[in-house]
């Protein structure tokens, strides 16, 4: 087996890498928390200009046509660096779109591809306590729709979005444009600093074509935990180092405190969490690219990133002591990122839930049920 990166896997990761460090540093960081901007917009326009914000995106349609395994290199840069950009939900929109195809959905991914649309999606609603608030009703040529979608990342920025309604007792994606003037915006900024927007919709009316095939949703769900999961990858690695960094300059009673027996199994304690949740998520990755099923492999990955989330942020900011709350010191800021994205995810303790009950479902477990039972042997 060969678990190398290819030659043009690497260029991807090494560009991303650059481009979101270089531009995301300190300092910018400190203004940024101070601008009241809803996204990076000169970050995102260099995204467009390298082609990052497309690569998931079929190349039939303008996109470079890639799998997850190179979104997640670059989302996994992204989160290293807090960029506050849209890329994983746009062009996840846009490939979601492409593939399940939505009565006018070509428009919309030939227009993401270029850079000239915003995307966004949601699917908060398969994890909230309040479940999916949108509900659609079938009317002569098409869906009325009416509800609410809760905190749409980028609501007022995007031109259109994938959101859940519930349509005859299930859940589908519907293509939203968000330009419908039946749509009320309440607009709020996350903890983190990502713009969100909840949407009230009243009275809208859609095509037929506008929703989904059910199908679309697992499709979806899969590609936004691997999504999520690279982006909390990349937030904790950074987060271990810089604070490997500062355990091993800090000096308490005479000795600088990473020589303390219990600070460095705290930090083992980090680096087997994050080694533990990029296993699951390049099993994950491969597992999509390869055409595979994975629904519990996307939920023991979801479970292990709000884990390693939870557990790397509170040992980071512990052994920073006092300077770990201070605002003007950066360490704060990935301990936002890490319970943004869990909430993102659902939370550690519903995918465990779900993960429990697809086990008590399957009697196969891990790559056996890939295979008939005599190649398993």
């Known amino acids: 087996m060969d678990f190398e990166l290819s030659e043009d896997q690497r260029a991807i990761a090494q ?3 650059g481009l979101f460090v270089d531009h995301c540093h300190d300092e910018y960081m400190r203004q940024w928390d101070t601008s009241g ?7 995102w326009a260099l995204c467009i200009e390298t082609g990052l914000h497309a690569l998931a995106i079929p190349e039939e349609h303008g996109g470079s046509g890639l799998g997850m395994t190179e979104l997640m290199l670059v989302l996994q840069a992204q989160g290293k660096a807090l960029a506050q950009v849209p890329l994983w939900r746009h062009q996840l929109a846009a490939a979601t779109l492409a593939r399940f195809d939505a009565g006018d959905s070509a428009g ?5 591809a270029s850079g000239e649309a915003l995307l966004s999606l949601s699917l908060d609603g398969l994890s909230s306590a309040r479940g999916i608030e949108l509900q659609a009703q079938t009317n002569t040529g098409g869906w009325s729709i009416s509800g609410r979608v809760a905190a749409l990342s980028l609501g007022d920025q995007a031109s259109a979005a994938l959101v859940l309604v519930q349509a005859e007792g299930q859940p589908r994606l519907l293509l939203l444009d968000l330009a419908a003037p039946e749509i009320r915006r309440v607009s709020a900024v996350l903890t983190h600093g990502e713009a969100a927007t909840d949407l009230h919709i009243e009275g809208l009316t859609v095509n037929a074509t506008a929703l989904l095939p059910a199908e679309a949703v697992a499709w979806l769900e899969q590609r936004c935990t691997a999504a999520l999961a690279a982006l909390q990858l990349g937030v904790s690695e950074e987060q271990i180092r810089r604070t490997v960094a500062y355990v091993s300059e800090r ?3 005479e000795r600088v405190i990473g020589s303390f027996q219990a600070v460095q199994m705290s930090m083992a304690d980090t680096h087997i969490a994050v080694e533990a949740l990029r296993t699951t998520l ?5 597992r999509i690219d390869a055409g595979l099923t994975a629904p519990s492999e996307a939920l023991a990955t979801a479970w292990l990133a709000c884990e390693a989330g939870h557990r790397i942020g509170h040992i980071a900011q512990h052994v920073h002591g006092g300077i770990g709350v201070d605002l003007t010191y950066p360490i704060h800021r990935f301990l936002y990122w890490s319970r943004g994205l869990s909430l ?16 008590n ?3 196969k477990l891990g790559w056996k049920y890939d295979l008939e039972e005599h190649q398993a042997l």
């Open 15 to 17: 560009m991303a890498d």
């Open 37 to 43: 901007e809803s996204m990076m917009a000169p970050l």
């Open 108 to 112: 919309w991914v030939a227009k993401a």
């Open 251 to 253: 000096r308490q009673f």
């Open 282 to 286: 390049w099993q994950l990755a491969y």
């Open 344 to 359: 993102a995810l659902g939370g550690s303790a519903a995918s465990l839930e779900r993960l429990g009950d697809w086990l």
């Open 361 to 363: 479902d399957n009697d």
